[in-house]
């Protein structure tokens, strides 16, 4: 198990950029794949992109693909999701989510431990 803590989120104009970040405790960071998952008011949750152990390889969303880049350290336990080219469509809590091995996977579900979320707000 590992605990997780994002930052980064904001208010930014359409077509800015931002950030997140995703620190987890523990000792074995380089054993989990790494998810980025969000929530707009009144939806479900859904994928943004998944980072495997090494951060070579990583999955997107359709919806992000070619704006958003999921990239890890595991000298600093930290994963990151850079968002560029945002949409007010992007709006939504942001989550980070940890799942112990090395299959690189976009289902919430196969997700064990999760962040408490950071509100991303992009205005038009």
């Known amino acids: 198990q590992v605990q997780l803590v994002e930052s980064g989120g904001g208010l930014v104009q359409a077509g800015g950029s931002l950030r997140l970040s995703c620190t987890a405790s523990g000792r074995t960071f380089s054993s989990y794949t790494m998810g980025w998952f969000r929530q707009a008011p009144g939806k479900e949750r859904e994928f943004v992109a998944a980072?495997?152990?090494?951060?070579?390889?990583?999955l997107y969303a359709d919806s992000v693909k070619g704006r958003f880049t999921g990239s890890r350290d595991n000298a600093k336990n930290t994963v990151y999701l850079q968002m560029n080219s945002l949409k007010p469509e992007d709006t939504a809590v942001y989550y980070c989510a940890a799942r112990y091995g090395r299959v690189v996977l976009t289902t919430l579900l196969r997700y064990d431990d999760w962040g408490q979320g950071t509100q991303v707000t992009v205005s038009s």
């Open positions: 980072i495997s152990w090494s951060g070579g390889s990583t």
